[in-house]
Structure formats: C-alpha cells, structure tokens
Nanobody, 113 residues
Framework: QVQLVESGGGLAQAGGSLTLSCATS????????MGWYRQVPGNQREWVAT???????NYADSVKGRFTISRDNAKNTVYLQMNSLKSEDTAVYIC???????WGKGTQVTVSS
C-alpha cells in the first residue's frame, strides 16, 4: 500500500524557517515527480512546488526565492525548506506523487506575525 506521510509542520514566527518532510512507502517513489501543495480551510488547494525525478524544480511565484524543494531517493523522502515565512504561508501542507492519485494527509504550518 502506497503511503505519503508529511511531518515537520508547526508554529513559526514571521521571518522564521521550517522544513517539511514527506516520507513515501509502498512504491518506488524515485521514479515519480513529487509536489507540495497547501490549503487553507475554505480555499482551493494551491500548488507550491514540484521536483521531477531528474531533480529539476518549479515554484509558485508566491514562494519563489523563499522555499526550496528537494528529494533524497535513498530515503524515499521529499523535503520543503521554507525560509522567510510570512503569515500568508499559514496552511496545511500536503505532498503529492504526481502521475498517481496518491496524496498525503498534510501537516499544519502556522506562521505568527
């Protein structure tokens, strides 16, 4: 059974940093592009960043220059390093295995101003 489990969320102050992890199991995740999304209750899910199986990356304009997505295929884990956090980054962050229907359940990030 394929599972994606996020961790690393929590409370941070504006200007601070957090690193999220998405651990995958049950499949060879290294062959799939992986993405991070975020969602605020009542709003649509928003794409944040993607990393391909070749490690090329893309970012939403709202996080470009502040967030970094990376992956460690040996650990079957994808990371999202978030720097210079803003209150508008507050959301549930969810990882996705692109090309499949697999999503994690999310981890809450709250940024206080």
């Amino acid at each position: 059974q394929v599972q994606l489990v996020e961790s690393g969320g929590g409370l941070a102050q504006a200007g601070g940093s957090l690193t999220l992890s998405c651990a995958t199991s049950g499949t060879a995740a290294s062959i799939y592009p992986m993405g991070w999304y975020r969602q605020v209750p009542g709003n649509q899910r928003e794409w944040v960043a993607t990393i391909s199986n070749g490690r090329s990356t893309n970012y939403a304009d709202s996080v470009k220059g502040r967030f970094t997505i990376s992956r460690d295929n040996a650990k079957n884990t994808v990371y999202l390093q978030m720097n210079s956090l803003k209150s508008e980054d507050t959301a549930v962050y969810i990882c996705r295995m692109h090309g499949t229907n697999y999503w994690g359940k999310g981890t809450q990030v709250t940024v206080s101003s």
